[in-house]
């Protein structure tokens, strides 16, 4: 089983920018299409967006699009958002997760095994 910790929140101005990593062991990442979400205080858990495999292909919530690009590195087993533009309405625990493997990356119900999460402030 793959265990995923992520890293790189913090607090972040409005409009600045911030990349945050999700690094894997226990099992290549190469072999899951992989995920961020996010989740504020009081709210639901919120797909960010995918990525597939190889890192060719990526999808984002619309909340998201423009600002914030996955990637993905699999010989460093680590995969990123970074996240440019930000806004106060972004300030949540981003974790990220492996797809259950089927290779869909489009939707929160496509993942699991999250990991334990990095917070992201913006302050306004």
């Known amino acids: 089983q793959v265990q995923l910790v992520e890293s790189g929140g913090g607090l972040v101005q409005t409009g600045g920018s911030l990349r945050l990593s999700c690094a894997a062991s226990g099992r290549t990442l190469s072999h899951y299409a992989m995920g961020w979400c996010r989740q504020a205080p009081g709210k639901e858990r919120e797909f960010v967006g995918g990525?597939?495999?190889?890192?060719?292909?990526?999808y984002y919530a619309d909340s998201v699009k423009g600002r914030f690009t996955i990637s993905r590195d699999n010989a460093k087993n680590t995969v990123y958002l970074q996240m440019n533009a930000v806004k106060p309405e972004d300030t949540a625990n981003y974790y990220c997760?492996?797809?259950?493997?089927?290779?869909?990356?489009?939707?929160?119900?496509?993942?699991?095994?999250w990991g334990q999460g990095t917070q992201v402030i913006v302050s306004s």
């Open positions: 990525i597939n495999w190889s890192g060719s292909m990526t």
């Open positions: 997760g492996t797809d259950k493997g089927h290779g869909y990356y489009s939707e929160l119900d496509d993942f699991n095994s």
